[in-house]
T-cell receptor
Framework: EDQVTQSPEALRLQEGESSSLNCSYTVSGLRGLFWYRQDPGKGPEFLFTLYSAGEEKEKERLKATLTKKESFLHITAPKPEDSATYLCAVPDNYGQNFVFGPGTRLSVLP | DAGITQSPRHKVTETGTPVTLRCHQTENHRYMYWYRQDPGHGLRLIHYSYGVKDTDKGEVSDGYSVSRSKTEDFLLTLESATSSQTSVYFC????????????FGPGTRLLVL
């Protein structure tokens, strides 16, 4: 069974305190790993897609990296506006649908 | 923002009544999806469509049906709502291809009393 796990479940950071979120997956034949940000009361917002081990993508204070079995979302010098739930997802083995992780709830305190 | 709207945005209904949620897109994307999101379960796929009149079941399809008569509209129907279907429902769209990014709508918050 395809599985996606994320850790930690919740993370509280002080403004400027860098950290990383983890996404691990068990689907074979990875066809992309997708990161989303979700604010309370809103739909997930697409951030990045990574396709191969060693690939990195950056957007403002966020950098996503990919290995063969996991991805990291590094947050450098976060600001309170980075507070959100971060979701990762991978296409299932049939390539038709996504399997989502449960998310990491990030709080950045001023 | 991807052109996706959902209606209604909020709904309160009673157990046993039928409910239809609508997803409308202006992107002309082939694939459309319905998810539900619940605490402790994350996003779970209910049904998806890969073209007009082409639909298939997802992980949690029991108690739900869908229809897609036009590219731009994807309807989710709860034939007889139950309290376990209280949830936030998200529609998503994507273009063709196996490595396709899904773009999400704003969600519909449904409460079944």
């Amino acid at each position: 069974e395809d599985q996606v796990t994320q850790s930690p479940e919740a993370l509280r950071l002080q403004e400027g305190e860098s950290s990383s979120l983890n996404c691990s997956y068990t689907v074979s034949g990875l066809r992309g790993l997708f990161w989303y940000r979700q604010d309370p009361g809103k739909g997930p917002e697409f951030l990045f897609t990574l396709y191969s081990a060693g690939e990195e993508k950056e957007k403002e204070r966020l950098k996503a990296t990919l290995t063969k079995k996991e991805s990291f979302l590094h947050i450098t010098a976060p600001k309170p506006e980075d507070s959100a739930t971060y979701l990762c997802a991978v296409p299932d083995n049939y390539g038709q649908n996504f399997v989502f992780g449960p998310g990491t709830r990030l709080s950045v305190l001023p | 923002d991807a052109g996706i709207t959902q209606s209604p945005r909020h709904k309160v209904t009673e157990t046993g009544t039928p409910v239809t949620l609508r997803c409308h897109q202006t992107e002309n994307h082939r694939y459309m999806y319905w998810y539900r999101q619940d605490p402790g379960h994350g996003l779970r796929l209910i049904h998806y469509s890969y073209g007009v009149k082409d639909t298939d079941k997802g992980e949690v399809s029991d108690g739900y049906s869908v229809s897609r008569s036009k590219t731009e509209d994807f309807l989710l129907t709860l034939e007889s709502a139950t309290s376990s279907q209280t949830s936030v429902y998200f529609c998503a769209i994507s273009s063709s291809g196996s490595n396709k990014t899904q773009y999400f709508g704003p969600g519909t918050r449904l409460l079944v009393l």
